[in-house]
């Protein structure tokens, strides 16, 4: 059903455009005036003025692994995030953690986490998929490399920018 | 109305089945699925997991003195139901029963089940290695609660408890069916494993002075409903919902095992069996289940290889066809054998056939490999296709004239062989002795192996993952071997190889996909006339009588006859 | 050979086309960017150099650097051409516009000709060539819609701009540009009679064909120059980039600074025939016709004249930021229906001016 658009009747000085054409002018000088003068001022000169201290608690940046406490790595190589990942990004090798480690009645941990940073899209399904609490997007948005491979975060970086995480579910504690 | 159909009414629906059929199989045959953990087709049935709980009626019993109740206009008499919930794994049908798969009893009944199955069940799903094909998983969506009123501390059970060499058992996840224990007792004649203490601190264990260590211990990791048995092998591999399935067969054997192949990005992480009553039933050896890591192994031929000089060079697939086809040419028809393997497809085999009939070559064979038969599913024969080579090769006793053949090597009267997915040196069949007087030796296999060594021509030969084609069992059945992953590097199969030797050396013929041959098998080979490739489907069809029965299969029947199991 | 004028002819071309001109075509792209910038709140390109007054300087290197591609299927020749065809004409027109009174004696315009506003109209159409062949050159539907349409708008608006140009020259009686500007100075200039002449009934009767003339000469500039509100030739939402869809590097860079020049140029005849070129209101600075001028006059004057083309140079990137495309039936509409025949009743109304009224 399409909706029919009445159009209004111009009356005769309206039809001219003229008035029409000068407050468009007088509306654009407004605003170039208030700019000049700065009135008015959105943009942020980026290298010099930086998001970092104005990021809202929820921003998504770069996805990283988080530590907790206790110093064990939260990620158990469940790999429900290379499962849910979009673009791909994430490649997980599992292992199993050997019967000397503190930690060995978690059983199971990623031997490799790679995160393919040229990929990623920051949509942050990891952080929503993640059973453990072990993947969170960290307010780092400046990701650079010289190359491919050094876009593309192993564990070590990625625990590196995750850092320790403190008043997690500590579910794993409880075993045995 | 037949004598022996009952009327049984499901979800409203009224249905037949013949007498003595099981509430559970009425209903899965109609299409309803009643979940359940305890009950195995293949397993008797104790009724222990009381998950198949459905809500059972009859007609009523008229009181002294009152008329019986009038059947309606489709002959139906009217279903009073019963208050309390019966199990539908272990009882059979009545005539006109009625059966309740939905509703506020059976409802309830399954999310009380549940509560109970997952109170002491760990939250362990991200590590366990049955996620996303686990029942608990699956059946707690479906019928649980969706939350947990279990405030109190979980039982604290063995975990990571190493019962056999290839099997890893943890008992918190155990839910106590009983699978495990019925299948090591009933089909692998093992009884080594059993329930100890009570209550809720019931735990799964292994015999004291045993181990689980059968040759068909794997299966149990398959039947477990939940992640409770793992097995080693793949124990933290890969998680089940990345791999894609490929339905195909086990080439360990004669027996043609059906089996599913798991894979992800061509790399096999494991191989389950895949259900054929006339095979292999559910189950599979864990000898033949394992013997799979070479496919991705380091020692796989990539390339073809061309000895100059005494030394092998890689090469262009190419080049090594137009090598081997120059250099058959210089020899008489007579100078040269073929030797194709029992592990090849009837298509491959037929491509040798051809090859020889090209050639005009008097001798062809297989190399025999036979082992004993553990009087379950392992066959005496070794290779899967013996009968393939009977048939499409027509070789009265496959495997006869290859001691023949040696004496014609060692006298010269054979100067070139065709050895194709062969390591005989390994496997004994030959000795470097028998094969020195050679001038002219090309080999195809997938591995690198010594036979390969004394070569002129090696070609990478795919293994059976990397290629399709149909075998014939040693029962006779026809069956399709499919490819689940793509071959390293220049690895071509062997059907690939003959064609185009047979191309090189006499001109085109049209192959383009082993489905193109076997429509030449059709053509070709009297047995195979009048059959198309979609009828072999995933079963396999009978297509020659041996006379040659399995063991296991024929105890299966017989349990099945005496109405001990199900057996569908 | 009369070489003193030939050496002065050659200094003013180079200064005046190659040191004023295409700097201020440079400038005007700066402009463009950070005025549009101002209007939207955004900042612009503030980078390179003080103000970013040096990003045209980047901007040429990058066009002088990218790979200049000529895709397989354009008719080459014609394809090379049509940059070429864009922007000669632009420059060529500046030759008659007089920028300034005088300087050591010598008229400050290069070719002082008699027919000023005839040489303009004949060079500046040959533009509509370059668009033409480049569209048609380029072998591509987009180019090709383009150039149909930028070649049926400029025909179109030629025709206004050259009606509505025709009351001024009866009222200067007069094509000489140099004299029309001194006229001016003398007299008022023409949409600003308020001293010598102008300063009379007649005066300011003709002001109102004036500025009938002044707003279709204008209004056809835009058009003549493809620019918003009347860039339909190139307009990316319909047609990607119009005409030099196609081209890329210094060729593109080409097109885009042909657009420039042609305002420019458009700019300075406007304010020659309407805004008294390079002279000062009120007669101030007036020098005698022929009198020598001291040095610093003949500065001023030419500053003057500059300041009046960056002025209006401005006015059209402040409309084109104001205002939106207008629709190709809209603007067909606007040229022939309303245009055409206000210019044609405005020469009427000027004939009648000067006739009846002494």
Same mark, same amino acid.
């Given at each position: 059903?399409?909706?029919?658009?009445?159009?209004?009747?111009?009356?005769?000085?309206?039809?001219?455009?003229?008035?029409?054409?000068?407050?468009?002018?007088?509306?654009?000088?407004?605003?170039?005036?208030?700019?000049?003068?700065?009135? !008015?001022?959105?943009?942020?000169?980026?290298? /010099?003025?930086?998001?970092?201290?104005?990021?809202?608690?929820?921003?998504?940046?770069?996805?990283?692994?988080?530590?907790?406490?206790?110093?064990? /790595?939260?990620?158990?190589?469940?790999?429900?995030?290379?499962?849910?990942?979009?673009?791909?990004?994430?490649?997980? !090798?599992?292992?199993?953690?050997?019967? #000397? #480690?503190?930690?060995?009645?978690?059983?199971?941990?990623?031997?490799?986490?790679?995160?393919?940073?040229?990929?990623?899209?920051?949509?942050?399904?990891?952080? /929503?998929?993640?059973?453990?609490?072990?993947?969170?997007?960290?307010? #780092?948005?400046?990701?650079?490399?010289?190359?491919?491979?050094?876009?593309?975060?192993?564990?070590?970086?990625?625990?590196?920018?995750?850092?320790?995480? /403190?008043?997690?579910?500590?579910?794993?504690?409880?075993?045995? | 109305?037949?004598?022996?159909?009952?009327?049984?009414?499901?979800?409203?629906?009224?249905?037949?089945?013949?007498?003595?059929?099981?509430?559970?199989?009425?209903?899965?045959?109609?299409?309803?699925?009643?979940?359940?953990?305890?009950?195995?087709?293949?397993?008797?049935?104790?009724?222990?997991?009381?998950?198949?709980?459905?809500?059972?009626?009859?007609?009523?019993?008229?009181?002294?003195?009152?008329?019986?109740?009038?059947?309606?206009?489709?002959?139906?008499?009217?279903?009073?139901?019963?208050?309390?919930?019966?199990?539908?794994?272990?009882?059979?049908?009545?005539?006109?029963?009625?059966?309740?798969?939905?509703?506020?009893?059976?409802?309830?009944?399954?999310?009380?089940?549940?509560?109970?199955?997952?109170?002491?069940?760990?939250?362990?799903?991200?590590?366990?290695?049955?996620?996303?094909?686990?029942?608990?998983?699956?059946?707690?969506?479906?019928?649980?609660?969706?939350?947990?009123?279990?405030?109190?501390?979980?039982?604290?059970?063995?975990?990571?408890?190493?019962?056999?060499?290839?099997?890893?058992?943890?008992?918190?996840?155990?839910?106590?069916?009983?699978?495990?224990?019925?299948?090591?007792?009933?089909?692998?004649?093992?009884?080594?494993?059993?329930?100890?203490?009570?209550?809720?601190?019931?735990?799964?264990?292994?015999?004291?002075?045993?181990?689980?260590?059968?040759?068909?211990?794997?299966?149990?990791?398959?039947?477990?409903?939940?992640?409770?048995?793992?097995?080693?092998?793949? @124990?933290?591999?890969?998680?089940?919902?990345?791999?894609?399935?490929?339905?195909?067969?086990?080439?360990?054997?004669?027996?043609?095992?059906?089996?599913?192949?798991?894979?992800?990005?061509?790399?096999?992480?494991?191989?389950?069996?895949?259900?054929?009553?006339?095979?292999?039933?559910?189950?599979?050896?864990?000898?033949?289940?394992?013997?799979?890591?070479?496919?991705?192994?380091?020692? @796989?031929?990539?390339?073809?290889?061309?000895?100059?000089?005494?030394?092998?060079?890689?090469?262009?697939?190419?080049? &090594?066809?137009?090598?081997?086809?120059?250099?058959?040419?210089?020899?008489?028809?007579?100078?040269?054998?073929?030797?194709?393997?029992?592990?090849?497809?009837?298509?491959?085999?037929?491509?040798?056939?051809?090859?020889?009939?090209?050639?005009?070559?008097?001798?062809?064979?297989?190399?025999? @490999?036979?082992?004993?038969?553990?009087?379950?599913?392992?066959?005496?024969?070794?290779?899967?296709?013996?009968?393939?080579?009977?048939?499409?090769?027509?070789?009265?006793?496959?495997?006869?004239?290859?001691?023949?053949?040696?004496?014609?090597? &060692?006298?010269?009267?054979?100067? &070139?062989?065709?050895?194709?997915?062969?390591?005989?040196?390994?496997?004994?069949?030959?000795?470097?002795?028998?094969?020195?007087?050679?001038?002219?030796?090309?080999?195809?296999?997938?591995?690198?192996?010594?036979?390969?060594?004394?070569?002129?021509?090696?070609?990478?030969? &795919?293994?059976?993952?990397?290629?399709?084609?149909?075998?014939?069992?040693?029962?006779?059945?026809?069956?399709?071997?499919?490819?689940?992953?793509?071959?390293?590097?220049?690895?071509?199969?062997?059907?690939?190889?003959? @064609?185009?030797?047979?191309?090189?050396?006499?001109?085109?013929?049209?192959?383009?996909?082993?489905?193109?041959?076997?429509?030449?098998?059709?053509?070709?080979?009297?047995?195979?006339?009048?059959?198309?490739?979609?009828?072999?489907?995933?079963?396999?069809?009978?297509?020659?009588?041996?006379?040659?029965?399995?063991?296991?299969?024929?105890?299966?029947?017989?349990?099945?006859?005496?109405?001990?199991?199900?057996?569908? | 050979?009369?070489?003193?004028?030939?050496?002065?002819?050659?200094?003013?071309?180079?200064?005046?086309?190659?040191?004023?001109?295409?700097?201020?075509?440079?400038?005007?792209?700066?402009?463009?960017?950070?005025?549009?910038?101002?209007?939207?709140?955004?900042?612009?390109?503030?980078?390179?150099?003080?103000?970013?007054?040096?990003?045209?300087?980047?901007?040429?290197?990058?066009?002088?650097?990218?790979?200049?591609?000529?895709?397989? %299927?354009?008719?080459?020749?014609?394809?090379?051409?049509?940059?070429?065809?864009?922007?000669?004409?632009?420059?060529?027109?500046?030759?008659?516009?007089?920028?300034?009174?005088?300087?050591?004696?010598?008229?400050?315009?290069?070719?002082?000709?008699?027919?000023?506003?005839?040489?303009?109209?004949?060079?500046?159409?040959?533009?509509?060539?370059?668009?033409?062949?480049?569209?048609?050159?380029?072998?591509?539907?987009?180019?090709?819609?383009?150039?149909?349409?930028?070649?049926?708008?400029?025909?179109?608006?030629?025709?206004?701009?050259?009606?509505?140009?025709?009351?001024?020259?009866?009222?200067?009686?007069?094509?000489?540009?140099?004299?029309?500007?001194?006229?001016?100075? +003398?007299?008022?200039?023409?949409?600003?009679?308020?001293?010598? +002449?102008?300063?009379?009934?007649?005066?300011?009767?003709?002001?109102?064909?004036?500025?009938?003339?002044?707003?279709? *000469?204008?209004?056809?500039?835009?058009?003549?120059?493809?620019?918003?509100?009347?860039?339909?030739?190139?307009? +990316?939402?319909?047609?990607?980039?119009?005409? %030099?869809?196609?081209?890329?590097?210094?060729?593109?860079?080409?097109?885009?600074?042909?657009?420039?020049?042609?305002?420019?140029?458009?700019?300075?005849?406007?304010?020659?025939?309407?805004?008294?070129?390079?002279?000062?209101?009120?007669?101030?600075?007036?020098?005698? +016709?022929?009198?020598?001028?001291?040095?610093?006059?003949?500065?001023? %004057?030419?500053?003057?004249? *500059?300041?009046?083309?960056?002025?209006?140079?401005?006015?059209?990137?402040?409309?084109?930021?104001?205002?939106?495309? *207008?629709?190709?039936?809209?603007?067909?509409?606007?040229?022939?229906?309303?245009?055409?025949?206000?210019?044609?009743?405005?020469?009427?109304?000027?004939?009648?001016?000067?006739?009846?009224?002494?």
């Amino acid at each position: 059903m399409a909706i029919i658009v009445k159009r209004p009747k111009l009356k005769w000085w309206e039809q001219l455009y003229l008035p029409g054409i000068v407050k468009g002018l007088a509306i654009t000088a407004s605003h170039f005036v208030a700019t000049l003068t700065g009135k !008015k001022k959105v943009t942020m000169q980026y290298p /010099e003025e930086k998001w970092d201290s104005h990021l809202p608690d929820h921003y998504r940046g770069a996805p990283a692994l988080v530590t907790d406490e206790q110093e064990r /790595e939260r990620c158990v190589a469940c790999q429900l995030c290379e499962f849910i990942c979009p673009p791909r990004a994430i490649t997980i !090798k599992p292992e199993e953690i050997p019967s #000397d #480690d503190k930690w060995a009645k978690v059983e199971k941990r990623p031997k490799s986490f790679d995160i393919d940073m040229i990929r990623c899209i920051y949509c942050g399904l990891c952080e /929503e998929v993640c059973p453990e609490q072990a993947i969170f997007l960290r307010k #780092d948005y400046a990701i650079t490399g010289t190359s491919r491979e050094e876009m593309v975060h192993d564990k070590k970086r990625l625990y590196e920018i995750g850092g320790v995480r /403190e008043g997690l579910v500590n579910k794993w504690n409880e075993l045995k | 109305m037949s004598e022996d159909l009952l009327d049984v009414q499901i979800d409203g629906v009224w249905h037949q089945f013949p007498k003595g059929t099981r509430m559970i199989e009425a209903c899965r045959q109609a299409g309803v699925e009643v979940p359940h953990y305890c009950y195995h087709p293949k397993l008797s049935s104790p009724g222990n997991c009381r998950m198949c709980l459905v809500q059972m009626g009859m007609p009523p019993r008229p009181m002294p003195g009152q008329d019986p109740a009038e059947p309606d206009e489709d002959g139906h008499l009217p279903i009073s139901w019963m208050p309390r919930p019966v199990i539908a794994c272990a009882n059979t049908i009545g005539p006109n029963m009625g059966i309740r798969t939905t509703g506020e009893l059976t409802e309830s009944c399954r999310e009380g089940v549940m509560e109970f199955l997952l109170a002491n069940h760990p939250l362990d799903c991200p590590i366990c290695d049955q996620a996303g094909e686990c029942s608990l998983q699956e059946f707690s969506v479906e019928h649980g609660k969706g939350s947990s009123r279990f405030r109190e501390r979980k039982v604290k059970k063995p975990k990571n408890v190493k019962v056999g060499p290839r099997i890893r058992l943890d008992d918190e996840r155990c839910i106590m069916c009983s699978r495990c224990i019925r299948f090591m007792d009933e089909v692998a004649d093992d009884p080594v494993l059993g329930f100890t203490d009570r209550g809720s601190h019931t735990v799964l264990t292994v015999h004291p002075g045993h181990e689980l260590d059968n040759n068909y211990s794997l299966n149990t990791a398959d039947i477990c409903p939940v992640g409770a048995l793992t097995s080693n092998d793949f @124990r933290f591999q890969m998680r089940a919902w990345f791999m894609k399935e490929t339905k195909t067969i086990d080439t360990n054997c004669g027996t043609g095992i059906n089996i599913t192949v798991s894979a992800r990005q061509g790399e096999i992480y494991r191989i389950t069996p895949r259900q054929n009553n006339d095979v292999n039933s559910d189950w599979m050896p864990d000898s033949h289940r394992l013997n799979y890591h070479w496919i991705n192994s380091d020692i @796989r031929l990539t390339e073809p290889l061309i000895k100059d000089g005494g030394r092998h060079r890689m090469a262009k697939y190419q080049e &090594a066809i137009i090598t081997t086809a120059d250099k058959l040419r210089n020899f008489d028809h007579s100078e040269i054998a073929i030797i194709v393997s029992g592990r090849m497809t009837n298509e491959e085999m037929l491509m040798a056939r051809l090859l020889k009939r090209t050639l005009n070559v008097k001798d062809i064979d297989i190399i025999p @490999r036979r082992g004993e038969s553990d009087n379950y599913l392992i066959s005496e024969d070794r290779n899967p296709n013996t009968n393939g080579a009977k048939s499409v090769l027509g070789l009265k006793d496959p495997g006869a004239s290859i001691d023949a053949l040696k004496k014609d090597i &060692a006298n010269r009267k054979i100067k &070139a062989l065709i050895l194709l997915q062969e390591d005989p040196l390994t496997d004994g069949a030959f000795s470097a002795e028998d094969l020195k007087p050679l001038e002219f030796l090309v080999t195809s296999y997938p591995l690198a192996n010594p036979t390969a060594d004394l070569a002129d021509v090696v070609f990478p030969g &795919a293994c059976w993952a990397e290629k399709s084609g149909t075998m014939i069992n040693v029962t006779g059945r026809l069956q399709k071997l499919n490819k689940a992953v793509d071959g390293p590097g220049q690895t071509m199969a062997p059907w690939e190889i003959l @064609r185009d030797l047979i191309q090189a050396l006499g001109g085109g013929n049209g192959i383009y996909s082993s489905a193109d041959i076997f429509n030449l098998l059709t053509k070709e080979i009297s047995d195979f006339s009048g059959l198309k490739l979609e009828d072999i489907g995933d079963q396999g069809i009978p297509f020659l009588d041996t006379g040659v029965t399995l063991p296991l299969v024929e105890r299966e029947k017989a349990r099945i006859a005496k109405g001990e199991i199900v057996g569908v | 050979m009369d070489w003193p004028y030939l050496i002065a002819s050659t200094v003013k071309i180079v200064v005046f086309a190659f040191m004023m001109i295409l700097p201020l075509v440079a400038l005007s792209v700066w402009a463009e960017r950070r005025v549009s910038a101002a209007i939207q709140d955004r900042v612009g390109p503030n980078r390179v150099g003080p103000l970013g007054l040096l990003q045209p300087v980047a901007d040429g290197i990058k066009f002088l650097l990218k790979e200049d591609f000529t895709p397989n %299927h354009v008719r080459k020749g014609y394809y090379w051409l049509a940059p070429a065809l864009v922007m000669i004409p632009s420059l060529l027109t500046c030759a008659v516009l007089p920028f300034g009174s005088s300087l050591f004696g010598e008229k400050m315009v290069i070719a002082d000709l008699d027919v000023g506003p005839l040489f303009v109209f004949a060079i500046a159409s040959l533009t509509v060539y370059g668009i033409v062949l480049a569209g048609w050159a380029s072998n591509s539907k987009y180019p090709f819609l383009g150039g149909v349409r930028s070649t049926s708008q400029m025909i179109s608006y030629e025709i206004c701009l050259g009606l509505s140009v025709i009351p001024l020259i009866m009222i200067f009686g007069e094509l000489n540009l140099g004299r029309i500007v001194q006229y001016q100075a +003398e007299n008022g200039w023409a949409l600003l009679p308020l001293w010598g +002449e102008g300063l009379s009934l007649k005066g300011f009767l003709l002001a109102i064909p004036v500025f009938i003339s002044f707003i279709i *000469f204008t209004t056809s500039m835009f058009a003549e120059t493809n620019r918003l509100p009347f860039d339909l030739p190139e307009c +990316e939402t319909e047609l990607v980039a119009g005409y %030099h869809t196609e081209y890329s590097s210094m060729k593109f860079a080409l097109f885009f600074l042909g657009e420039y020049a042609a305002m420019i140029i458009g700019s300075g005849l406007a304010v020659t025939l309407f805004l008294g070129g390079w002279s000062l209101p009120f007669g101030w600075l007036t020098p005698e +016709e022929g009198a020598a001028v001291p040095i610093w006059q003949g500065l001023v %004057h030419i500053g003057v004249f *500059f300041a009046k083309v960056i002025g209006f140079i401005l006015f059209f990137i402040w409309i084109r930021w104001s205002l939106p495309r *207008f629709r190709y039936d809209q603007l067909m509409r606007l040229g022939w229906v309303f245009f055409f025949e206000i210019a044609l009743a405005n020469v009427i109304l000027t004939a009648l001016i000067l006739m009846f009224v002494k």
